[in-house]
């Protein structure tokens, strides 16, 4: 059996478009298996267009548009032909404010994607719902409900029920836009817990304004600024001695 | 544009500076003692040693504060590092300056022996590491700091040659024992007040540069 390689996501020249307008500048950067890597930089400075640009959800942004070389596992997501349904279930997303489907209950949420995909129906179905509704750390907190309307919880548990909605279909990569800002301290702890929990099996990329969530959870820490990648590196290292002075200035509070 | 954690961090400076002015002083009182032979500025180490140990307790709970509230990163993240491994050096040297005074309180009961000569001169050269160690953390001065590292060595060796010196003395006459182990206790005091010296100066290398040179990197070629 060959070992997989230990780069599993890899960006090279990434430029991102609205209209004519160039909010990404040319990223080249790697991501690791089961890394945490978390995007930090001022407001505009590109890095959810980059995090969209992953899994080409930034083309349905109206004028969206991307050029430049994405592979995931070796796959060059942009090569013509490629359906971005697919990649979606391959690179998950889970979004600043937790949205559930209003509609469904809580065991349809997390079913949708394996429906949709026709991976699994019936006993199986059910044990996949459950594996996904433990993985997000819920399950004890919902096994009693699950035909109650996702809309019921409350805001920490709508987005881990995301998460399990995103982790159902086993992606080997989540890509969370600050997936923390609209919660409490105790909802975030759970979903920071989460996270570290989840990277032995699924790589994460986070957006975070957060600079100690980023320091506490991270392996490595990507800084944007003005679409350009100023930095990437072990985190620790980014947030004890930075290299570049505007990562300093920037996580300092200097700026931005 | 000032930040608020800028101002906690002056507010610290100033402190451990004050802090830094005290030890300088008793050691002054201390080796000044031994020099001039007046065990009335012996007496005023205690009180510089009360103030010292006052602003240990200052500095921590001033650090504590600032890392709970402002939670630093980066350069700020390694200046709060530095000044709490300063505060307790700067703690350690105000316990040698009083086990000094101390020392010389027993010494100046005996008879003088010329080798105390040698120790002043030990004394002037550990004052100026503490003095430039404390200058360099103020302006961030990276070369004073390597000044006060290279001064280190100098003070080792006289520790080394006052001993040998001092045993020799012991091994002659019998009746100055006593004298010579005061002489060695103070030489042994001062050395080590190098030796935290020499941490306060590695440490502001670490805050300005976030280089550790410490365990021999200084001395292996490693340059910050």
Redesign the interface.
């Known amino acids: 059996m060959m070992t997989p390689s230990p780069v599993l996501l890899e960006v090279n020249g990434l430029k991102a478009f609205v209209e004519s307008t160039e909010i990404l500048h040319g990223i080249d950067l790697g991501v690791s298996r089961q890394e945490v890597v978390a995007f930090i930089g001022p407001s505009g400075c590109g890095k959810s267009t980059f995090l969209r640009c992953l899994n080409r959800l930034h083309e349905e942004t109206p004028g969206g548009r991307a050029e430049g070389r994405v592979t995931l596992e070796g796959q060059d997501l942009y090569a013509s032909g490629t359906d971005p349904v697919q990649i979606r279930r391959r690179i998950g997303m889970v979004f600043q404010k937790p949205n559930p489907f209003p509609s469904m209950s809580i065991f349809e949420n997390v079913a949708s994607g394996l429906r949709l995909n026709r991976i699994a129906k019936g006993v199986e179905l059910e044990a996949r719902v459950e594996a996904a509704l433990r993985e997000a750390a819920l399950w004890n907190e919902v096994k009693d409900k699950l035909d109650a309307s996702g809309m019921s919880l409350s805001g920490g548990q709508q987005q881990r029920l995301c998460i399990a909605r995103a982790l159902a279909v086993k992606p080997p990569v989540l890509l969370m836009d600050e997936p923390t800002s609209a919660l409490d301290p105790v909802s975030t702890a759970k979903i920071e817990e989460l996270v570290i929990q989840l990277k032995k099996e699924t790589t994460i990329l986070m957006v975070t304004h957060n600079m100690q969530q980023a320091a506490r959870i991270s392996d490595r820490t990507a800084f944007f600024l003005y679409g350009d990648l100023v930095e990437y590196g072990p985190t620790t290292k980014v947030f004890t001695t930075p290299s570049d002075r505007r990562t300093e200035e920037y996580i300092t509070g200097r700026f931005g | ?1 000032q ?1 608020q ?1 800028d101002h906690e961090l002056n507010k610290l400076r100033a402190v451990i500076l004050s802090m830094g002015q005290a030890v300088e002083a008793a050691v002054e009182e201390a080796t000044e003692g031994l020099i001039e032979r007046d065990p009335e500025r012996l007496k005023k180490v205690r009180e510089y040693e009360d103030r010292i140990n006052a602003y240990h307790l200052e500095v921590d709970e001033l650090c504590l504060k600032l890392i709970a509230q402002q ?8 200046m709060i590092l530095a000044i709490i491994k300063i505060n307790a050096d700067l703690e350690r040297m105000g316990d040698q300056a009083m086990n000094i005074s101390l020392n010389v309180r027993d010494y100046l009961s005996k008879e003088p022996l010329p080798e105390a000569a040698t120790i002043a001169s030990m004394a002037h050269t550990v004052r100026k590491m503490v003095r430039d160690a404390m200058e360099a953390f103020v302006k961030a001065d990276l070369t004073l700091s390597e000044q006060v590292l290279l001064q280190d060595d100098v003070v080792d060796e006289a520790k080394r040659t006052t001993f040998k010196r001092l045993i020799e003395v012991m091994k002659k006459d019998g009746t100055q024992v006593e004298g010579a182990v005061d002489l060695m206790l103070v030489s042994r005091n001062l050395e080590r007040l190098g030796d935290h010296a020499t941490n306060i100066a590695e440490d502001v290398i670490f805050a300005s540069t ?1 280089k550790d040179i410490r365990h021999g990197g200084f001395h292996s070629g490693q340059k910050p």
Request: hydrophobic share 50%; charged share 25%.
């Open positions: 544009m930040r954690i939670s630093p990163l980066a350069a700020d993240l390694r976030g």
